[in-house]
């Protein structure tokens, strides 16, 4: 298969990109930038006169200097500029576990060395560990960095080549035996912003051999290596159990979890991972004792609480879920690593013929925020990433099942309310009191509150997360009531009214404005006996909600006002991208992608394709299903990304349920250039190297 092609990022002054990365080093926290390769070119008119050109790259092999030469020469081979020639090279890896930037350099011609950069920009020696860490590092960044096939990420970062780190069985064994010794150190790497504190089993390295094994399905490899590591440490139990669970290894898969819970009783991996099983069976009933141990077990981590939250949910106790989403500690999403660059002086992005097709070219189709209404970019909702992310998707599911009113409802019976609050100060007779010893904290002194975790104690400090936690996300993430009570339009006055607006809540932070001292004389507020205090960032997610409900509500109102006049509802792709996003995350399919078609109707978005094939996958349509991969992978190629682990996954279920043989068949059927469809056999071929199952017939 012919290598994506090689972007260029131009710099008239020499090695400024390097000593950017160099300078960085000491900020990095996690799985570290993309590689970074930097050539030298030299104008074949005048000796005298060089350009810097660099890249950024995933998937290739860092196990020694020289694959990383041998990548750098390729390089020059395949240049298609004969004006200048490449008179050297310079490839830079990040180690993240002992925080070196690992780098070799290519004098053209001959001349090799490779040596290591700490983060005071320091030389050190490179030796055979450091460069067994690299390659781990390389493949888990390689999944990292790598597209869902939405095309989110790479336009997130510009001129980024995208390799398969993992392309034979003998790699696999490579990477799983640097894993396997590496292991017990992988804690270093950091977590996702979900995990408060990584260990030993939730951290980038767990996470990226998990998503190795379920991207391409080599179950047995996964659990040949967690057997290996369980005789060490039986925490490792609970990532075995996952991959069993994975492989259809359910019996073998319970019986671990029941032996290793004996001697762990109090591990939240284990619990997590049996609550999430008994859920998936249909039994929350089951799940709700494990994952109230879970939050006793690890009541700082926001994955136990979540768990919680989305077993009530499932049990339809509404009230306990948002009780228990106001306990979910919150925590600042970082982004990842990403390049911090000087600006260039031109940027080349070139296209091989390989991945040319009419239909998915973006060249014209240039974002105009201008184009957009101002209703539509102002949905906070889109932005958030980590907790807040997750807690968002827990509110609106709840809201998808019981409708906006309800929530509400259900809303103010479990929190203190705003007005509620100061009717009750206005009445107590006594304004000194009332602003030292309030109403809400009196109740959550006095009265136990309703059990969230199992202990059967009141809580009274699960409504105070730590505030420095989630402060600072509360103003990124809050909207005003002026932001709010704005109607896009006078046609749609009747649908904004619609939806009822919510009430503000009493947050800790109101509360904590006073005194704490207890007042004896607000003992008769039995009416906040079993009431908590919101906290200010739930709060805040609720305001975002009736925003999202508020657009959505117009817009179907519009749509169904220009179906009875027989009129075209009208907007430009950028709307009909948001509004699909909008419909799927509020739990609408059938609008979403009705959004998404139409979009798709005026010009390709890889967002708005990915959201079909969730369609064409969810109703078994698998002609149409490979007619959206087959565009999907060949926009990847076209901005040089020729590995999406969700891409090969659903490639490799598609084969599992049809065959081998029907896929590629109708893949060829499809009236495209021989190139393109090429692109699409790869990943099948991929599945074929891997021994998957229906990749034989």
Avoid at 135 to 160: E, N, P, Q, T, W
Avoid at 170 to 184: C, G, I, N, P, S
Avoid at 559 to 580: F, N
């Amino acid at each position: 298969m012919v290598a994506p092609a090689a972007p260029e990022i131009i710099e008239e002054d020499l090695h400024l990109a390097v000593e950017a990365r160099t300078e960085a080093l000491q900020a990095l926290r996690e799985l570290g930038p993309p590689d970074l390769v930097y050539l030298v070119k030299q104008s074949t008119k005048a000796a005298t006169r060089q350009t810097g050109v660099y890249h950024h790259v995933t998937g290739v092999d860092a196990s020694s200097s020289a694959s990383l030469a041998a990548y750098v020469n390729t390089l020059t081979y395949s240049s298609s500029d004969k004006s200048n020639k490449i008179v050297s090279g310079l490839y830079c890896c990040y180690n993240a576990f002992s925080r070196l930037d690992m780098r070799v350099e290519v004098k053209i011609p001959g001349g090799v060395e490779s040596y290591c950069i700490d983060e005071r920009g320091d030389k050190r020696v490179a030796t055979d560990n450091l460069w067994l860490e690299t390659f781990l590092c390389g493949v888990l960044r390689a999944y990292s960095y790598a597209d869902d096939g939405s095309g989110d990420m790479v336009k997130k970062i510009i001129g980024v080549r995208r390799f398969n780190p993992i392309t034979s069985t003998e790699t696999e064994h490579k990477f799983l035996d640097a894993a396997e010794r590496l292991f017990f150190k992988g804690w270093q790497l950091g977590s996702d912003p979900e995990i408060q504190v990584p260990n030993l089993v939730s951290n980038h390295l767990t996470a990226g051999l998990l998503r190795y094994i379920h991207t391409t399905g080599r179950y047995a490899s996964g659990i040949n290596l967690f057997e290996k590591l369980r005789t060490r440490d039986v925490e490792i139990s609970s990532l075995l159990a996952r991959v069993l669970i994975s492989a259809d290894e359910e019996v073998q898969a319970v019986k671990l979890l029941h032996d290793a819970i004996q001697e762990l009783p109090m591990d939240y991996s284990l619990l997590d991972c049996q609550a999430t099983f008994c859920k998936s069976k249909g039994r929350s009933d089951l799940a709700l004792e494990c994952a109230k141990r879970s939050v006793i077990a690890a009541p700082s981590e926001f994955c136990t609480w979540a768990r919680l939250a989305e077993t009530y949910v499932s049990l339809e106790q509404w009230d306990l879920a948002l009780l228990t989403l106001n306990s979910c500690p919150m925590f600042t999403s970082q982004d990842k690593d990403a390049p911090q660059m000087p600006e260039p002086s031109r940027v080349s992005l070139p296209v091989l013929a390989e991945s040319m097709l009419d239909e998915i070219d973006e060249g014209a189709a240039v974002t105009d925020i201008e184009m957009i209404h101002p209703s539509l970019r102002k949905l906070h909702a889109a932005g958030y990433k980590g907790t807040f992310q997750k807690a968002y998707s827990l509110l609106t599911e709840v809201t998808a099942k019981i409708g906006w009113d309800q929530l509400l409802r259900i809303r103010s019976q479990v929190f203190v309310m705003e007005e509620e609050y100061r009717s009750e100060k206005q009445t107590s007779g006594n304004p000194g009191a009332a602003a030292s010893g309030n109403a809400s904290t009196t109740a959550l002194r006095s009265t136990p509150s309703p059990s969230v975790n199992g202990t059967g104690n009141g809580r009274e400090g699960d409504e105070g997360v730590d505030d420095k936690d989630h402060g600072s996300n509360a103003s990124d993430t809050s909207v005003t009531r002026a932001e709010l009570t704005d109607s896009a339009d006078g046609a749609t006055k009747g649908a904004d009214e619609s939806i009822e607006k919510p009430e503000h809540t009493v947050t800790s932070e109101v509360v904590k404005a006073g005194s704490e001292d207890p007042n004896p004389s607000h003992s008769h507020y039995t009416q906040f006996q079993n009431k908590r205090l919101c906290e200010r960032w739930l709060d805040n997610l609720f305001m975002v909600l009736y925003e999202d409900l508020r657009i959505y509500t117009i817009w179907r109102t519009d749509v169904a006002e220009c179906k009875q006049q027989a009129l075209d509802y009208k907007k430009s792709a950028e709307e009909w991208e948001i509004l699909g996003d909008l419909a799927e995350r509020l739990h609408h399919p059938a609008e979403a992608v009705e959004a998404y078609q139409a979009c798709l109707r005026i010009r390709f978005s890889p967002k708005a394709m990915k959201g079909v094939l969730k369609m064409f996958d969810s109703e078994g349509q698998y002609k149409e299903m490979l007619g959206a991969l087959i565009r999907l992978i060949a926009w990847q190629y076209r901005w040089y990304s020729e590995f999406s682990p969700d891409l090969l996954y659903t490639i490799r279920k598609l084969i599992e349920d049809e065959g081998a043989v029907k896929v590629r068949s109708i893949v060829q059927a499809t009236s495209l250039p021989q190139p393109v469809l090429d692109l699409t056999h790869h990943y099948a071929q991929l599945c074929a190297a891997f021994r998957s199952n229906g990749s034989d017939g």
